[in-house]
C-alpha cells in the first residue's frame, strides 16, 4: 500500500468539499466570483445534498476513505 499517496487524497477532499456535488456552471461561477484563482478552501460550504462540517474537515466521502486505509493496515498487520 503506497502510504504517501493516501495523503494528498485527503487534502484535496478537505479542500474541496465545500464545492462537491454543484452541477449548474452558472452557480459554480457565482460562488466563486473573484476567487477563480483559488477555490480551495471555499469558505462556505454550498453542497445541495450535505454539509461535513467547517471547511477543511474531510467530508462523508473522505471519512469513508479513512476508515477504508484503517482496515487495511489492520488487515496488513495480522497477517
Known amino acids: ?24 456552471v452558472s ?16 469558505p462556505t460550504p454550498s453542497c445541495p445534498f450535505y454539509n461535513s462540517g467547517p471547511v477543511g474537515v474531510q467530508s462523508c466521502y473522505g471519512d469513508g476513505e ?3 486505509l484503517q482496515l487495511g493496515m489492520q488487515l496488513l498487520a495480522s497477517g
Open 1 to 24: 500500500m503506497d502510504m504517501p499517496m493516501c495523503f494528498p487524497c485527503s487534502a484535496a477532499d478537505s479542500a474541496t468539499y465545500p464545492l462537491h456535488w454543484i452541477y449548474d
Open 27 to 42: 452557480k459554480v461561477k457565482e460562488l466563486l466570483s473573484g476567487k477563480e484563482d483559488c477555490p480551495e478552501f471555499y
Open 66 to 68: 479513512t476508515f477504508h
